[in-house]
């Protein structure tokens, strides 16, 4: 198995892509801390992926966007033994709204949890990762780590901080046996989209705009984490893979 013996925290595991990633690592045989805010959610996911009731699935209660949070998340992982391999930063919000009348707290929410977030989870790991003399980070950015659409521009600007912060945490920590890279989904059926997927005009969208004609789902991503997970891509870093069905290769 890929993970075997590997420990992985994976943020905003309790569902969508980042519970998709959780159920992959942990069928490749990793241990695995999942975390998200709402604590009731996270504990009935943790059950649901622990299938071989190995005790193998560690719920952590946390918000990314909140260092108090984080602070207190990482002395359970500490006082639970946990030594981190693998960090995916997979928590993320997105919040609409046109630029014009954009509140402020909306921008810094969504900065919050998506850039400053993952900031903070990857310097926490640092420590466990020189601990073991190695660590693998993979962050989930977006097609908006590379395009734009209108009314969403704090998710855009962290989606774009979210690229080139792999890029500046690879460069950075090569030298002591730590990779970055970072996953590119591209439309995924998720809870994250379900108002777009009801909506049957941005449906057709969706499906018209990408070349293999329908939605990711969110096991496909899930593969692509575990390629930059593994040892297979020890000589890798900074790099992004595109989950997108052909979307940006497209004009
Ligand atoms: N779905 C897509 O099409 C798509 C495309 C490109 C990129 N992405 C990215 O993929 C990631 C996952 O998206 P998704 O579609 O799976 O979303 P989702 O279904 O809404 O799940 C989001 C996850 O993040 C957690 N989360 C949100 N805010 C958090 C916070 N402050 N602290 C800790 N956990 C938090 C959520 O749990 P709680 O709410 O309980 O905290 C949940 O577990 C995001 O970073 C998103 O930007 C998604």
């Known amino acids: 198995m890929i993970l075997e013996g590997k420990t992985a925290l994976i943020s905003g595991g309790s569902r969508g892509i980042g519970r998709a990633i959780a159920e ?3 069928a490749e ?3 695995i801390y999942i975390m998200a805010r709402n604590a009731e959610q996270l504990g009935k996911a943790a059950e649901e992926i622990d299938t071989k009731h190995e005790d193998r699935v560690h719920p952590i209660p946390c918000d990314v966007g909140s260092k108090t949070s984080v602070d207190e ?3 359970r992982i500490e006082a639970d033994g946990g030594v981190i391999d693998v960090l995916v930063n997979c928590a993320g919000v997105n919040l609409r709204g046109p630029l014009e009348d954009m509140p402020l707290e909306t921008w810094q929410k969504v900065l919050d949890i998506n850039l400053t977030g993952t900031f903070m989870l990857t310097q926490k790991c640092f420590k466990m990762f020189r601990q073991k003399g190695a660590g693998k980070i993979v962050n989930i950015a977006s097609l908006m780590s ?4 209108p009314t969403i521009s704090p998710y855009v600007a962290s989606k774009g901080g979210v690229k080139m912060f792999t890029k500046a945490i690879a460069i950075e920590w090569a030298k002591y046996n730590i990779q ?3 996953v590119i989904p591209g439309y995924i059926a998720t809870e994250m989209n379900t108002p777009l997927i009801q909506d049957p005009k941005f449906n057709q969208f969706i499906i018209d705009r990408t070349p293999a004609g329908r939605w990711g789902q969110p096991s496909e991503v899930a593969h692509a984490a575990l390629f930059f997970a593994s040892k297979g891509a020890d000589f890798i870093t900074g790099q992004l893979i ?3 069905g052909g979307i940006l290769a497209a004009l």
């Open 24 to 26: 992959l690592f942990y």
């Open 29 to 31: 045989g990793a241990n």
């Open 146 to 149: 590379e395009i734009a659409r």
């Open 242 to 244: 595109a989950v997108d």
């Open 180 to 182: 970055a890279n970072a």
């Open 73 to 75: 998340a990482f002395a």
